[in-house]
Nanobody
Framework: VQLQAFGGGLVQAGGSLRLSCAAS????????IGWFRQAPGKERQIVAGTTWRGEATYYADSVKGRFAISRDNARNTVYLRMNTLKPEDTAVYSC????????????WGRGTQVTVSS
């Protein structure tokens, strides 16, 4: 499985961005897709996740109500819509995939930088 995350950029506080995670190589019907972020000097954290068919989703408390994860199965793409962005959302965002029920993520995409200016 190859994953590619893109869509980052520079945005002012209060603005929005939509990140895309494009998957290729195999069907992901049995996979869980997570969006992670890592800010300088901080540990990587998961911010949102979804099963490939969308039966289950997850949001970190810090992004609940502001971020929304969605899928386009036909395009093999998972999106992360980020609204009301804050400077503390600044980080490198990556997507990853793991088999449902497993702890560890097997596939990672290269990250995309999101910078939120105050």
């Amino acid at each position: 499985v190859q994953l590619q995350a893109f869509g980052g950029g520079l945005v002012q506080a209060g603005g929005s961005l939509r990140l895309s995670c494009a998957a290729s190589g195999r069907t992901l019907s049995n996979y869980y897709i997570g969006w992670f972020r890592q800010a300088p000097g901080k540990e990587r954290q998961i911010v949102a996740g979804t099963t490939w068919r969308g039966e289950a989703t997850y949001y970190a408390d810090s992004v609940k109500g502001r971020f929304a994860i969605s899928r386009d199965n036909a395009r093999n793409t998972v999106y992360l819509r980020m609204n009301t962005l804050k400077p503390e959302d600044t980080a490198v965002y990556s997507c990853a995939a793991k088999l449902r029920g497993m702890r560890d993520y097997d596939y990672w995409g290269r990250g995309t930088q999101v910078t939120v200016s105050s």
